[in-house]
């Protein structure tokens, strides 16, 4: 049975082309449920679907077998995910309901009304993205669906998109009269959805996800991995620390260089005493460097380095800190 109306809010992993083999998308399965969605999205679409015969100019990747939909929804079912797929066609409709309790209309087919009379006809809840289209778009598809049925999903179809507005989400709600989501394609991690959820009363987030990061596939660049992924979820799911001061995974990863630390300003013999300002000092590290001490200690009584001696050689660049000196 679908979460889709108890979730606060429902969270959509959309796998989307992200992945190569079969092995892929199984090995998901289990990693998308850890990180704290409530489904795990593929689509079906085939190039009949899209451009109404073989795409030759243009092969497409990433076709998704049907004979595979059976296996992937019998895991998504142990895992206790929900498994959606997008079906780009009224024929992809009837081959992929039996295995989904909710269909998911992609922004593009939104003007499809064939597509959208054989999802009505399911009697099944329909997430529709709104992507691109009009107040009159909107309207028209609203009128081949079970409005009862319906949550739209503000989004803006650039992929990456740097330009959204979230309080289309609260405009939405108002003229429609629907419940009312976000179909996250920029790469922030926190603010988006979370601002969508809390401030503007998303009940669905939808935000593309990699498990293999390192692969160039077609969804890669407007797709989270899996770190960043749990990190969202953790917001949504009011887990995450939003104590203030909390450094980012970006911040973190900057402050190795660019955060001043103490630093050999030449290269410093065992034996010789550390003294600030003659062979140490406060700097920027010419590398990424956990190791240096802050600034803040340099004379602190119990771990400073101010005038006790070197153990080892420390060349100069390198960061002064623990088991350095004595």
């Known amino acids: 049975m679908t ?51 073989p795409a030759t100019w243009q092969p ?36 992929v309901d039996p295995f989904v309790e909710v269909h998911k209309v992609a922004s593009s087919d939104l003007s499809y009304p064939h597509l959208l009379d054989a999802i009505k006809k399911t009697g099944k809840p329909v997430i529709l993205s709104t992507g691109a289209s009009s107040f009159a778009d909107v309207c028209q598809a609203l009128n ?14 650039a992929y990456p998109s740097t330009h959204h507005n979230l309080f289309q989400i609260d405009s939405m709600r108002e003229r429609f009269k629907l419940p009312v989501g976000l179909s996250d394609h920029s790469l922030d991690v926190v603010y988006a959805p979370l601002a969508a959820v ?17 692969v160039d596939t077609p969804d890669r660049p407007h797709s989270l991995d899996a770190t960043d992924f749990k990190i969202m979820c953790d917001h949504l799911r009011g887990k995450a620390d939003t104590s203030l001061f909390n450094p980012t995974r970006e911040e ?51 771990v400073g380095p ?19 000196y004595q």
């Open 198 to 214: 809390r401030t503007h009363g998303a009940v669905v987030i939808e935000k593309h996800f990699t498990p293999i990061p390192e």
């Open 252 to 302: 973190k990863a900057m402050m190795l260089r660019h955060n001043r630390r103490l630093v050999a300003v030449k290269t410093i013999l065992p034996g010789e005493q550390l003294v600030f300002g003659k062979n140490y000092g406060a700097f920027r590290a010419l590398e990424d460097d956990p190791h240096g001490l802050s600034p803040f200690l340099w004379n602190d009584e119990a």
């Open 3 to 53: 979460r889709l109306l108890d979730a606060k809010p429902f969270i959509i992993c959309e796998l989307g082309s992200n992945w190569r083999t079969r092995g892929d998308i199984m090995n998901s399965v289990n990693l998308v449920k850890a990180m704290g969605a409530d489904a795990l999205k593929l689509q079906a679409f085939t190039s009949e679907a899209l451009y109404g015969g």
């Open 60 to 95: 497409l990747p990433h076709c998704l077998p049907l004979d595979w939909l059976p296996a992937i929804k019998e895991k998504c079912d142990k895992a206790g995910l929900e498994f959606m797929c997008s079906a780009f066609s009224p024929e992809l409709v009837d081959a």
């Open 306 to 324: 101010e005038l006790r001696r070197a153990v080892k050689t420390i060349a100069q660049g390198k960061g002064i800190g623990p088991g350095d």
């Open 144 to 157: 081949h669906l079970d409005r009862t049925k319906t949550v739209l999903l503000y989004c803006n179809s």
